[in-house]
Structures are given as C-alpha cells and as structure tokens.
C-alpha cells in the first residue's frame, strides 16, 4: 500500500516533492523560459512543486492547463501549441503520453530550442510517489550509474544486426536493428540528462525524461517476429491488469491481440483512436535501467523505467521516422531476456551485464 493510500495528500508533501526537483532542474538559469502543458486530471499539487522549483531558479514558468485528451498521443490543445513556440523548453505533465508523430508535437519541435528545436520533456503520468519515494528520488551518482550502463548497451546495439526478446511470461521475439548512424545508440543513451547545448548554452537534445532510466532500439520496420506478452500493465487500460496481453507480430506487424478484458479493451481502444499503422511495430524495444522504481506499480511512468523490465510500443516510430502512426501504445514486459546477434547477452531474466 503506498503513502497516498494510507495518508492521503496533504499539501505539506510539497515539502518532500520539491527535493525532486533539484537534479533535473540543476542548469536551469535565470531567464529560461519553460512551457508546462498539464491536464485537469494531473495532480495539481505537482505542477505548482514544479512552477515553484522553476521560479526559485529565476525561470520563467507558464502553465497551460486544458481538459485531459481522449487518448494516448492526441495532440494538446491548439492554443498550447502556439504558446509552446516561445519556450526554451516544453515539459510534459500530462496523464497522457505524448506522441512525436502527431502534428502538434511535430510543431513544437520544429520552433525555436537549440539548434532549431525545442526540446519536450516527457513528465507524463507523473505521481507524488513517484517524485518522493520512486525513481524521481534517485541522485545524481546514480543517475551517471544509469547513463554507463546505458552507453555499454548502446555499443553493443551498434555493433549488433540482430536482436531477441524473451520473457518468462512467453515474449519471443526476433528482429533486425541495424541502421543506426555508426555510435548513434552509445551516444543518445549515455547522455547525461537536461544539460544545455555547449554550442548554443541553450538547453538541447539531450534526454529530458525524469524518472530517468531506460534504453532503446527501435526494429527495422517490417523485420519484427514472433510473439510478445504484455504481462502486467501498459499504457491502456490503467493500472495493474488481471489477464497478460498476448500479441503475435508477423513481419513488422501486430496481427493478433488475445487474452482476456484487456485485450478486448485494447482492440476496441485502436480501433477507436488507431489507424492502419498503429498495428505497425515501429515503436521500441526497451529495457529499464532505474533501481529506484518499484515493480507491480500499475504506472507506466515508472514502470517503464524500471530496471530489468521492458516495455514494448508498437505505433509510431521516433528514431527512424518511418512508421509514422496516430497512436503508439506500449506495454511492460517483466524480467526480459535480451540477446543480441544470438551471442552478446544483454540482459538474463532481468538482470542487465554489459
């Protein structure tokens, strides 16, 4: 049972929530302009934490908050968009994830930011205990833990051709992943998080999620087979699920989804939100790497940073810019097994080695 649960949420957790903020927020400079887009199904006692952290650090912090959106990866409210064209940075405090292959998004990464772009900080689905007792709390050591460990695997995904998923819940998949621009993976994954840009000293592409804590590939479009079970929860529907979601994946697309209520709750949720493309595996294969998120926690935004678990997206696919969907929707994973060209054994059973 958590502390929400038990306690309730008292204002004073403010108090404890604004501890978080210190690491992410570190390079913030006085001057910066930050856009926050949130919802009014977020808990309101975050976006202040987070308006005021940004204020103490001389930012200047707009809110835009609007009715909560349908589903995963619609775009924010048009009005958003357009103020999103002056920040420095954009922060996602939604409780529905964003999806860089809709139009808005597309927009607002295209204006201003560094180097032509701004920056989206990905907060979504954020919760006070995530902040205070989850993988929002971890420090900075070990959040350069994190960035090593992704880096190692990253080296060996460049290298790499092929790669294959397994779990103990029967995920078995295989797919290629090469492509990549040589050292692309090793890079992007061992950046250290929310640093500016030491050309423009503007904050850029590096990784602004927070929890902190994942690595990616994203496959080859039209190369992913096998089967692939999501165990335990995803981003639709929410919270901890009582049947897995079962999807078999022919040539770089899901064609059969089964299970129980929640897989007959998925197909309805595509056919109603999706389009032909949201059944394409252009999403990513991604394992998480942040010791401090707990398992069972029914939250993406921490699940799917969790060590050893790996979450599954199938939709729109952000590296390669090829699938490009109206929906991505992921899914967790548990204790994966990842091996890549049948030798370079990433992670056993949810254990990470490189």
Not at 83 to 98: C, P, S, W
Not at 172 to 189: C, K, M, Q
């Amino acid at each position: 049972m958590d502390a929400i649960a038990r306690y309730g949420t008292p204002t004073t957790r403010l108090v404890s929530m604004l501890k978080s903020f210190e690491y992410p927020f570190r390079n913030v400079r006085p001057g910066d302009r930050f856009l926050i887009l949130t919802d009014d199904q977020m808990d309101p006692l975050i976006w202040q934490a987070m308006m005021g952290a940004l204020h103490a650090r001389g930012a200047e912090a707009c809110l835009c908050l609007y009715p909560r959106r349908a589903y995963h990866c619609a775009d924010p409210s048009p009005m958003a968009i357009g103020a999103a064209r002056e920040a420095d940075v954009v922060i996602a405090l939604t409780t529905t994830a964003l999806n860089s292959g809709t139009p808005g998004l597309r927009s607002i990464r295209s204006e201003g930011g560094a180097k032509g772009r701004t920056p989206i900080w990905l907060w979504e689905e954020i919760t006070q205990e995530i902040l205070i007792d989850g993988g929002g709390a971890c420090t900075e050591e070990e959040v350069l833990e994190m960035c090593a460990l992704q880096r190692r695997m990253g080296e060996i995904c460049d290298a790499g051709r092929t790669i294959r998923v397994t779990t103990p819940a029967g995920t078995d998949l295989v797919a290629e992943i090469g492509g990549y621009p040589p050292g692309a993976l090793a890079r992007r994954w061992g950046a250290i998080p929310f640093e500016r840009d030491p050309e423009t000293g503007r904050f850029g592409l590096s990784p602004g999620t927070w929890p902190f804590g994942e690595f990616h590939v994203e496959p080859v479009p039209g190369t992913a087979n096998g089967v692939v079970v999501w165990d335990h929860t995803g981003q639709f529907p929410p919270g901890n699920w009582f049947e897995p979601v079962r999807l078999v994946i022919r040539d770089g697309r899901v064609v059969e989804i089964s299970g129980g209520h929640e897989a007959e709750q998925i197909r309805r949720y595509l056919e109603a939100h999706g389009d032909e493309n949201s059944l394409l595996v252009g999403g990513e294969i991604s394992i998480g790497t942040n010791r401090r998120c707990p398992p069972r926690s029914g939250n993406m935004r921490s699940e799917k940073k969790r060590y050893g678990a790996m979450h599954f997206g199938i939709g729109h696919g952000a590296d390669r810019g090829v699938v490009v969907s109206r929906l991505r929707l992921e899914g967790i994973c548990d204790r994966v097994t990842m091996i890549v060209d049948d030798q370079h054994v990433i992670a056993r059973d949810g254990q990470i080695f490189p």
